[in-house]
């Protein structure tokens, strides 16, 4: 079942799924997961640390073996002290910086497939890249992104969130503080208003998927929609913002042949097909 050494994707950093000590490879495409996820288990329909997911899916198809497949892993817990969103960004950028001499990461074309909180950090890896932080070294990797898939990813926060700071008895982690709605501290309006600028300006592709369906415990209970389409979706000239009949868990977690396969992974397959056929005609 080609199992993998979990403990090693339980590590923070960028993980190699595929292809990516290819020095002529066309692009990379790297997977940033999102709240309580792991660089392979958030991608796997049964939760499992091995090959039978789609980031692996992914590299094996015929028209990718030249694309590098990459993981994010990073701790972002619901309790407790941890990273903010914006130390996390600042954590995947110098993730990326670490590689461009090592493993080539910012010299090829760059699409990230993001999960729930993952599309946050990846706005907020711009935002440092062009405003709070803007240095040419950083400049040179976020030039290179010409795509980013959002899934249920709560740009304008999540009620859950709010309810969990309410009813938990630990101290809610700096994350999961930021993550409420209508939450004026944590600036997400204005941190969409800085993305809409520059994937404008930099001709970055950008598609949305978002859930329709509650999470349901044993089978029955209807728990919540931990992000309201309204949050999910992005109101921004030029993007298409595609409903999938899924939750907010198994939305990330195609199974060959389901309906979020068949939603989710070809689309999003169509998708980094389009951003290389469009990278390509920027440089012929």
Same mark, same amino acid.
């Given at each position: 079942?080609?199992?993998?050494?979990?403990?090693?994707?339980?590590?923070?950093?960028?993980?190699q799924i595929r292809n990516?000590?290819?020095?002529?490879?066309?692009?990379?495409?790297?997977?940033?997961?999102?709240?309580?996820?792991?660089?392979?288990?958030?991608?796997?329909?049964?939760?499992?640390?091995?090959?039978?997911?789609?980031?692996?899916?992914?590299?094996?198809?015929?028209?990718?073996?030249?694309?590098?497949?990459?993981?994010?892993?990073y701790q972002a817990n619901l309790t407790g002290y941890g990273m903010s969103i914006y130390e996390q960004a600042g954590s995947l950028l110098n993730s990326l910086l670490n590689e461009v001499e090592d493993n080539g990461i910012g010299k090829h074309p760059l699409i990230f497939i993001t999960h729930s909180l993952g599309g946050l950090v990846i706005k907020q890896m711009l935002n440092i890249a062009y405003t709070v932080n803007p @240095?040419? /070294?950083?400049?040179? #990797?976020?030039?290179?992104? !010409?795509g980013i898939v959002f899934i249920a990813s709560p740009h304008q926060g999540s009620h859950l969130a709010n309810?969990?700071?309410?009813?938990?008895?630990?101290?809610?982690?700096?994350?999961?503080?930021?993550?409420?709605?209508n939450n004026s501290d944590a600036n997400l309006s204005q941190l969409n208003d800085i993305f809409a600028q520059k994937i404008k300006e930099l001709g970055i592709k950008v598609k949305v998927f978002y859930e329709v369906e509650s999470i349901k415990k044993f089978r029955i209970i209807r728990i919540a929609k931990v992000v309201e389409r309204d949050s999910a979706k992005l109101s921004i000239p030029g993007i298409e913002n595609?409903?999938? @009949?899924? /939750?907010?868990?198994? #939305?990330?977690?195609?199974? !060959?042949?389901?309906?979020?396969?068949?939603?989710?992974?070809?689309?999003?397959?169509?998708?980094?097909?389009?951003c290389l056929i469009s990278a390509s005609n920027q440089n012929p």
């Amino acid at each position: 079942m080609n199992q993998l050494d979990k403990t090693k994707f339980d590590q923070t950093g960028l993980h190699q799924i595929r292809n990516c000590d290819k020095s002529n490879r066309k692009a990379d495409v790297i997977f940033v997961h999102g709240l309580t996820g792991h660089a392979i288990t958030t991608w796997h329909p049964e939760d499992k640390c091995d090959e039978e997911c789609w980031p692996f899916w992914l590299a094996d198809e015929n028209e990718f073996k030249d694309v590098g497949i990459w993981s994010f892993g990073y701790q972002a817990n619901l309790t407790g002290y941890g990273m903010s969103i914006y130390e996390q960004a600042g954590s995947l950028l110098n993730s990326l910086l670490n590689e461009v001499e090592d493993n080539g990461i910012g010299k090829h074309p760059l699409i990230f497939i993001t999960h729930s909180l993952g599309g946050l950090v990846i706005k907020q890896m711009l935002n440092i890249a062009y405003t709070v932080n803007p @240095t040419p /070294n950083k400049q040179a #990797i976020t030039n290179q992104i !010409k795509g980013i898939v959002f899934i249920a990813s709560p740009h304008q926060g999540s009620h859950l969130a709010n309810i969990f700071n309410i009813l938990s008895i630990f101290q809610s982690s700096a994350i999961v503080q930021q993550l409420r709605a209508n939450n004026s501290d944590a600036n997400l309006s204005q941190l969409n208003d800085i993305f809409a600028q520059k994937i404008k300006e930099l001709g970055i592709k950008v598609k949305v998927f978002y859930e329709v369906e509650s999470i349901k415990k044993f089978r029955i209970i209807r728990i919540a929609k931990v992000v309201e389409r309204d949050s999910a979706k992005l109101s921004i000239p030029g993007i298409e913002n595609e409903a999938v @009949t899924a /939750n907010h868990i198994n #939305i990330a977690k195609p199974k !060959k042949g389901d309906g979020i396969y068949n939603t989710v992974y070809k689309g999003v397959r169509t998708f980094v097909r389009e951003c290389l056929i469009s990278a390509s005609n920027q440089n012929p």
